[in-house]
């Protein structure tokens, strides 16, 4: 029987089920929909990928409740007070999502009168909620990768796991590479020990590296056949680029391009709801400023975004931008996920997103809808960005996006997972390595590691004598499991990845919260220094128990908080992008408006060196006043222009002797010397030689510093470092130590203690991005490197050197001097 | 490691900072140290936090480095000799033990912390006397924390803050242990070898001392 064809009379199938709600909606299923539900009743698993606001929640979610209709066809049997029990676990990387998705599951479920119970359980779940769930899971469960982690540390819950039929990750490419998604490998291996034949979804952005993903998502041991469902394809997308009224041939990243605030304010006015992303918390706030400035009737209707904030502050803007009573929200990547906003018809991008899929998933936030069109309007911060924004789109047209690259086995989490399973249970060895070794990320994990990880929750480390009267896990018959009461609910406390920042609460004198700046800014402050924060001007009055308290205040701030990381270095696909772009444009083409603005840099660049074609290196040497500079370009990425410079200054040094000092940006990196350099090893690639290079890489840079850094997160998720609850702190005071003090301990008397081995690693793969630096080596030593002796600094040059001079002096010195000089080129570029 | 002194004049009083974290007043010949925790590392195992031996056994060492160099006739522990109760294991107590039984010519004294709450663990053959905050010794006042009063004619030999201060700027910025004098108080950095530090700002008036590697540094601050 076709179920597609209605028969009078009788109950309708699940499918017509399903047909009647889109109808509802006024919504028609997609083909790929269709296909995902399809795949789901054959018991496989699988991934969909496609940009944001494009039905793949519903794609995955109706394959299990179609399931369910067909098991039990007769309506009349489904009684609401007796929902099944727990069939869906649906992860969420983002515990603030928790509400709205469960908002959107639910619909389905309220539509179609099914007897499904749908709830979460996040860190902000009741504690009687949390109870009474355990006892009985709703069918299906809302939470994340710590909450999953949690659940799994009692007992009680495992049984009714075992009847799990699929659990659905969200936004996998969020979690994917990261510590959070590696937890989530562990425990889908734990979901899966308890019932072999469970199905794995997963919803994410379109990645480089799609099978990775599903690899990553369903392991080694997977019995399910995987699919790989594309999503809706036809979005549109339009690209456009605030192109600034004069172009600077000599542009520099210090200032952060508000000057455009007038065309950008102008633009805004002609749409009806705008998300304005920049790329730092502290942009965020000076965007909103100057916005505001430029149209002060916007008050009220202007709002910002950020991490730092608080909550309800949050919770305020996404209202507000929900019900479209907010006219434009200045932004960092804190929307880049989350709810739709299905006014949103504008996102402007300020500065470089740095890498083509997050642009495409930024532009993705408006026009949240299958058919609308998404609109994007760049806002260069300095006139090179043009390029990588022509570069980008290139990317996004060929479809070369970004991989997500996973992690290598990081100890510490196995760790974490161990004794959350020591405490849920307790495992044998054997059977727990297999299990862990099921997973993606630890396929590769040895039995050394696995022993080393035992004996560090057993013993505290490998070596005996050296932890006596340790205790966290215990060896009973066989059975490694926990049974002190005190070290579960510290372990429970503990669990997670993402390191709390050592911020301090931002209030008003009345109480008044306004959300979180880190210690470390705060600390610089004088008392009355005004600064501006969550959109207003403030002054500090003092500081008491961790919290600052500030008023209102009046006058010119000084500053700006500046948060810690942020600014992300170009992505490699960008980066070739960018070297083609750069390959057109010395071959004299010039597509695109993006591409047609910077020709003029472009052809100073040409007219007093070269613009360097795609299997070319350029290296300038320009002597200044302050000494013999040597610019290398190899558009690779900050990161790894860090590696190369630190590298090729250590390999000079050794056989002239000089000290260089070092600058780099996404394009290049420069050498200074107080003496003329011997380029010869430069130009013949010896110093890029591939022996022993990430040895001289750890070498040249200060390694030991980087890995402490690194260590901050170890030491977190190895549970060292206890965070706790906040009331709890003042108690354990005592028992607190800082992580570089933990360093510094472990590399005097355990040295061999693997915890610092995986920093050394982690610094190698995440900071120095070896990978990329190795692949770098390789293709500079195939390019034609092509040495040019400018006499004045180029267009290429010149954002280097300013970074350079940096370093050194104050930014509002920093800035009249770079005006000048920036005149004297324009100058000389005639 | 060998320990570097340095003389200083401080009041017209003259000591003796030495690079480990001890004060040495030749006038009394007296060792001052403060801060050593010892057994911090035994705390912490003792609530499931692995950290290895070996910090308490070095603290140990760094007082008896300074000890082979000065003629001191005392040693005076300026409070937070232990970390807390949890501290004196087996371990701790080993090494403790052979100290003061190598050390028996040289009278000890302690003047109890806010970690040193219960001093009644303290075993009686360590020869350890213990003496209230505020005591006098030879026109020094000794005492855990440092005090403030406007009618201060005495120096202040003190500990608890465990001082540091950052020097350098951008990206090339070193924290270390210090000496800090300020307000009739001499404070003393933390000895024990798994301590912390205290980042503080100097204030006008303030001298300080700065501990690189092995030896001990005059920092110039404004006035």
Known sequence: MNEDSPERGKVPTPLQRIGKYFQRRGWKPFPFQKTCWRMYQAGDSGIVHSATGTGKTLAVWLGPILKWVRENPNPDKWNPKRPPPIRVLWITPIRALASDTEFNLRDPIDQLGLPWKVESRTGDSGSSTKSRQLRRLPTALITTPESLSLLLTHEKSLEQLSGLESIVIDEWHELMGTKRGVQTELCMARLRKLNPKLQTWALSATLGNLDQAVDALVGNENLSETQIIEGYQKKKIVFESIIPNQIERFPWTGHIGTKMSPQVADYLESVNNALIFTNTRAQTEIWYQEILKQRPQWAGKLALHHGSLDSDVRKWVEQGLQTGKLKAVVCTSSLDLGVDFTSVDLVVQVGSPKGAARLLQRAGRSGHQPDAVSKLAFVPTNAIELIELAAAQQAIKENDLESRKCLSKPLDLLAQHAISIAIGGGFTSEELFDEVRSTYTYHSLTKREWDWVLNFIQFGGDSLNAYPDFKRVLLRDGRYQVTDRKVMTAHRMNIGTITADSSMVVKYLSGKRLGMVEETFLSRLETDDIFTFAGKQISLVRIKDNIAYVRKAKGKPNTVPRWMGGRMPLSAELGEHLRKKLDEAAKGIFRGPEMKTVKPLLHVQKKWSIIPSADQMLVESIKTKVGWQVFVYSFEGRLVHEGLAALAAYRLSKSQRTTFSLACNDYGFVLQSPKPVDLQSILNGEVFRTDSLLDDIMQSMNSTEMSKRQFRQIARIAGLIQQGLPHRQKTAKHLMASSNLFFDVFCTYDPSNLLLEQARREVLEQQLESDRILSAVDRIRESEIVHRTPERLTPLAFPLLVDKLRERLSSETLADRVARMQRQLEKAAG | ?223
């Open chain 2, 1 to 223: 490691m060998t320990s570097v002194c340095i003389g200083v004049t401080i009041a017209d009083r003259d000591f003796t900072l030495c690079s480990p974290g001890g004060i040495y007043d030749p006038s009394t010949e007296t060792l001052f140290i403060a801060d050593t925790h010892f057994g911090k590392d035994a705390s912490f195992r003792h609530h499931a936090i692995p950290v290895p031996t070996g910090s308490t056994e070095a603290t140990l060492r760094k007082i008896e480095k300074m000890l082979c160099r000065l003629p001191a006739k005392r040693l005076v522990i300026l409070g937070d000799m232990f970390h807390d109760r949890n501290s004196l294991s087996k371990e701790t107590l080993k090494h403790l033990d052979e100290f003061f039984e190598t050390h028996q010519r040289i009278d000890h004294f302690l003047v109890p912390g806010n970690h040193d709450s219960d001093i009644r663990l303290i075993p009686k053959h360590w020869s350890l006397q213990i003496i209230q905050s505020g005591t006098y010794l030879d026109g020094l006042t000794l005492s855990h924390f440092p005090v403030t009063s406007d009618h201060m004619e005495r120096i202040v030999l003190c500990g608890h803050l465990h001082p540091a201060i950052r020097i350098g700027t951008g990206n090339d910025q070193l924290k270390l242990p210090c000496f800090l004098y300020r307000d009739q108080n001499l404070i003393l950095p933390a000895l024990g070898d798994f301590t912390g530090t205290e980042v503080i700002r100097t204030r006008s008036g303030d001298r300080v001392w700065v501990i690189a590697d092995e030896e001990v540094v005059t920092i110039k601050t404004e006035f």
